[in-house]
Every structure is written in structure tokens, then in C-alpha cells.
């Protein structure tokens, strides 16, 4: 092929891209144009796949030339696409009375409005709401809860250790100490947040969870006050039908220690998969103060006790919502979290 031949194609397609610009009115018929002459499969590209075929001599005048047209006509269809679109605007019509779209309303975790509503409920039976830090001294966490390095409570707890003695907190309780150190009795607090642990993801295990734990301390208080707060605290989150029973059990902290069930929401206590068979379902620790701890407070034993409890808010929210994996309510799942 001469380069006679490539220039009488070349003049043939602006000829025929003169042509198809006139006829474009609308954003169709403008696309149509573009890619049939500009597009992978395009006139042009076709040109181009000719060069190699072509001499020396005649292929470097020939793409000069083929360029020069791809230039031309591109700087065609950028001009004609800004009428097209300009053109587009005028047609679409805007009534200046209509209301906005709305945007799309957030809403609270189930985490949160589950935490939201404990507090809510502790709040009516007399207690304060205190937090303390996520990054906790070994002290705090563990010793003056009665916790010392070589006792084996510390290895139920998996902790993650920062250094030598900072650590990720394991559980809330450092906060009562913290608030009995600088305030005497009478103490009525619970202190929720976030802590910390080495455990596998699974149906009932995070690494990291909410807790709210609680303490009273006052002249006189009894076990009976423990499972009176307790009971009270069933009724309001999920209604009179529930029933609590306390098993003994062991924790440094507390003496004498239980552990204390919630009767099963799903089946009523008729024994289901969620509370497996038993009509039971754990909810978490409690007991009474230890004297122990105490002295870490230089609380008078003698005159005071007290009491404290835990939970977790993810059972809690759980139970309340009849949820049977704890890793749903981190996966940020839009589609699961929609539904609260």
C-alpha cells in the first residue's frame, strides 16, 4: 500500500466524520459516533493497524498523518460533548418547590443501645456511672484486686501485656479500685468499657468486648442486696417472667463468689440449642467484696462490705436479641446491623 492510498482513506474518514457530527442531537447518537470512530474497534484504530504492514519511509509519513486525524477529530468530540451536555441540562426541567432528598439517618450499634439501656437501668436503683483507662498497671488490674503475680487466676485471663507492667485491661473492675481509693464509702458505681483479651474469635469468644461490672459499699450491706440488684435488673431488661439463680463458684476478688444464670429467653427454660438443653444461660460473676481487697483501699473490713458483679454486653445484647455469634456485632455488616 502507497502512501497515496493511506491519505485517500484518511480524507474518506473526516469526510464521513463531518457527515455522522452533523446528524448528532442527543447523548446517544453522539456516543455512537465517538466510539465508531475513536473506539478500540474504531476507523482510526483500524488505520493504525495498517502501519506495520507498510515500508519504512511510507510508515513514518503515514502515522504522522493518521495522528493528525486522531487529534483532529478527538478535539471534534470534546467540543460536540460539552454542546451535547449544555443541551442536555436546558431539557431536564427543576421544580424549585419540591422537597430535597432526604439523607440517609445513622443509628446506634446494638452495642451501644444495649449499654445505653443497663446503664439506664442501674441509674434507677441509685448508681453512678464512672470509666476509667483502657491501659492498665498490673497493679490495678490484677494485685490489689487480690490477683498477686503467682496466682493462677491470671492465666484464665490471657492478658496483653504492653511491658512489664502495662498491660490492656482484662476486665473494668481496676476502676473500683480506683474510685474506692479516692473516695470513702458509701460507694455506689458500675463502670463500663472496653477490655482486652487473648482469645479466638468464635460463636462466643472476641479479643476484645464490652463489660460493665458494679460495686456497693456501705455499713450493713448483705448477699441478699447482691441478688436483689441482680433480680431487679432481669425484671427491667427482660421482664418479669425471668428467673436468676446463683451457683457457688471462685473468684480472688469476692468471698464467698457465685455465678449467677439468667433463665433461658428463647425457650423459657424448657431447654433449647441457645441455652443447650439446660433452660440456663451464664451471664457472668459476683460475690462479696473480699476483706482482702480492702486493704489495698484501707477500707475498714470491720465496719464496711460490699458487693460487685459483672457482665458482658455482647451476652446481654445476645440474649435480648436471640443472637447466636458475638463476631456479627464486629463484622460491620450493614445488612445485619440495619435490623436494630
Not at 421544580?95 to 445505653?116: E, N
Not at 482486652?196 to 479479643?207: F, I, K
Not at 460475690?287 to 459483672?310: L, Q
Request: net charge positive; charged share 30%.
Amino acid at each position: 500500500m502507497q502512501i497515496d492510498d493511506i491519505k485517500e482513506k484518511i480524507e474518506k474518514l473526516k469526510k464521513d466524520f463531518n457527515e455522522s457530527i452533523k446528524k448528532i442531537d442527543d447523548v446517544r447518537s453522539f456516543e455512537e459516533v465517538r466510539i465508531r470512530f475513536l473506539g478500540r474497534k474504531g476507523f482510526i484504530s483500524e488505520l493504525f493497524k495498517i502501519l506495520p504492514q507498510l515500508d519504512n519511509e511510507t510508515r513514518k509519513e503515514s502515522g504522522k498523518l493518521i495522528n493528525e486525524l486522531k487529534q483532529e477529530v478527538s478535539l471534534s468530540i470534546s467540543k460536540i460533548q460539552k454542546k451535547v451536555s449544555e443541551k442536555r441540562k436546558e431539557k431536564v426541567k427543576t421544580d424549585p418547590t419540591l422537597p430535597g432528598y432526604p439523607w440517609p439517618v445513622g443509628r446506634y450499634h446494638p452495642i451501644t443501645t444495649v449499654l445505653r439501656e443497663i446503664k439506664r437501668c442501674f441509674r434507677q436503683m441509685g448508681f453512678s456511672v464512672v470509666r476509667g483507662p483502657e491501659v492498665e498497671t498490673q497493679y490495678y488490674n490484677f494485685e490489689a484486686l487480690n490477683i498477686p503475680k503467682d496466682h493462677p487466676a491470671r492465666e484464665m485471663h490471657d492478658t496483653l501485656y504492653l511491658n512489664d507492667d502495662m498491660l490492656m485491661r482484662t476486665h473494668t473492675s481496676p476502676v473500683q479500685v480506683r474510685v474506692m481509693e479516692k473516695n470513702p464509702p458509701p460507694i455506689r458505681i458500675i463502670s463500663p468499657g472496653r477490655c482486652y483479651r487473648r482469645d479466638t474469635p468464635d460463636a462466643t469468644h472476641s479479643p476484645v468486648f464490652w463489660q460493665v461490672e458494679g460495686l456497693c459499699v456501705d455499713e450493713g450491706v448483705t448477699f441478699s442486696d447482691l441478688k436483689g440488684v441482680i433480680q431487679s435488673f432481669a425484671w427491667m431488661m427482660f421482664g418479669k417472667d425471668i428467673k436468676i439463680r446463683f451457683r457457688p463458684s471462685y473468684f480472688p476478688f469476692t468471698e464467698p463468689s457465685a455465678e449467677y444464670d439468667f433463665s433461658c429467653m428463647i425457650c423459657g427454660g424448657k431447654g433449647c440449642r441457645i441455652c443447650k438443653g439446660t433452660g440456663w444461660i451464664e451471664i457472668s460473676g459476683a460475690g462479696m467484696v473480699n476483706p482482702a481487697v480492702f486493704k489495698y483501699v484501707n477500707y475498714d473490713s470491720e465496719k464496711y462490705t460490699g458487693y460487685a458483679f459483672g457482665m458482658g454486653v455482647e451476652r446481654i445484647a445476645m440474649l435480648l436479641y436471640g443472637i447466636n455469634d458475638i463476631r456479627l456485632f464486629y463484622e460491620n455488616d450493614v445488612r445485619f446491623l440495619n435490623q436494630f
